[in-house]
């Protein structure tokens, strides 16, 4: 509340600046509510643990899929066992949901494999897009850093996502790590104890 009481008065204000610099200044706004809502939003799931329970991954997964694929995004599920986790079903479909659209966002789609070893299930979501200069493969995990620098909403947020889904993934246990795929795109790649 208080972090969004300035914003409700820069909107108040903008309403009786001229029409060129009121767009300009609602754009703005919009951003900065945005960034607001991101960082609330961060800080609650790494400071509240939700419901945990035994789940059936791959369920989980099409749960996610499905979402994208009704929107008219490309994303593919490759077939494979049946893996159970314990786990927050919500706060895990966050995460996949985040390393999905990233995929998506920059690679044209998603392709999600899941398979177990070594006591862990391994989650794969690969894309075509360009990767990431290997300098970079662990500093995106930073809160607030950004691979795109563009300030474009629609190419980037705030750079929350990627921090808050590891946040997820270790506080089950496991861990995400990206690696540039032999050809181009990249993978995330999502353990999580069995």
């Given at each position: ?38 960082t ?14 035994r ?6 997964l ?7 694929t ?22 895990l479909k ?15 789609l998603?392709?999600?494999a ?13 894309d ?8 970079e ?41 990206l ?16």
């Open positions: 509340h208080d972090l969004r009481t300035p914003l409700t008065r820069l909107r108040f204000h903008a309403e009786s600046a001229p029409p060129a610099l009121r767009e300009k200044m609602a754009g703005d706004i919009a951003e900065m509510d945005a960034m607001v809502a991101a609330l939003a961060f800080v609650r799931d790494a400071t509240q643990t939700g419901q945990r329970s789940l059936e991954l791959r369920s989980l099409e749960s996610v899929a499905d979402g994208f009704e929107q008219g995004r490309d994303v593919r599920l490759a077939a494979g066992e049946t893996v159970v986790v314990g786990g927050d079903s919500v706060a966050r995460m996949f949901a985040n390393l999905i659209d990233n995929a998506i966002k920059f690679g044209g998603a392709r999600v899941l398979r177990t070893e070594d006591g862990q299930a391994l989650v794969e979501i690969e075509d897009g360009p990767g990431l200069p290997e300098a493969l662990e500093s995106v995990f930073e809160a607030f850093r950004r691979s795109e620098p563009s300030r474009s909403r629609d190419t980037g947020g705030i750079g929350l996502g990627l921090t808050a889904a590891r946040s997820i993934a270790r506080a089950h246990g496991g861990d995400i790590v690696v540039n795929r032999r050809g181009g795109g990249l993978k995330a790649l999502v353990s999580l104890p069995l």
